[in-house]
C-alpha cells in the first residue's frame, strides 16, 4: 500500500523559511516524478512545484520561483519542499503527489500559515 506522509508545516513569520518533507512509502520512489501542491480556502488547489525521478529537473509555479526549491533523496524516499522569503498569500494546505493510475497518491496534507 502507497503511503505519503507529509512533516514541517507550522506557523511562520513574513519573510521567515519551512523546509516541508514528505516521505513515501509502499512503492519504488526513486522512479517516480514528486510534486507539491498547495490549497488555500476558497481557492483552488495549485501545483507548486514538481521534480523528475533522478531530481535533475525542476519545474515551479511562477509566484514560487526564486523562493521555493524542490529537491529529493532516493536513498530516504523522500522529496522536500524547501521556502524561503515567505509570504502571507503562501499559506495553504501543502501536499506531496506520487502519480499514478485514477490520479496517483496524495498526503495528508500539511498547514502552512505566514502570518505576523
Known amino acids: 500500500q502507497v503511503q505519503l506522509v507529509e512533516s514541517g508545516g507550522g506557523l511562520v513569520q513574513p519573510g521567515g523559511s519551512l523546509r516541508l518533507s514528505c516521505v513515501v512509502f509502499g512503492t519504488i520512489f526513486s522512479t517516480s516524478q514528486m510534486g507539491w501542491y498547495r490549497q488555500a480556502p476558497g481557492m483552488q488547489r495549485e501545483v507548486v512545484a514538481a521534480?523528475?525521478?533522478?531530481?535533475?529537473?525542476?519545474n515551479y509555479v511562477d509566484s514560487v520561483k526564486g523562493r521555493f526549491t524542490i529537491s529529493r533523496d532516493n536513498a530516504k524516499n523522500t522529496v522536500y519542499l524547501q521556502m524561503n522569503s515567505l509570504k502571507p498569500e503562501d499559506t495553504a494546505v501543502y501536499r506531496c503527489?506520487?502519480?499514478?493510475?485514477?490520479?496517483?497518491?496524495w498526503g495528508q496534507g500539511t498547514q502552512v500559515t505566514v502570518s505576523s
Open positions: 521534480i523528475s525521478t533522478d531530481g535533475t529537473t525542476t
Open positions: 503527489h506520487l502519480p499514478g493510475p485514477t490520479g496517483g497518491f
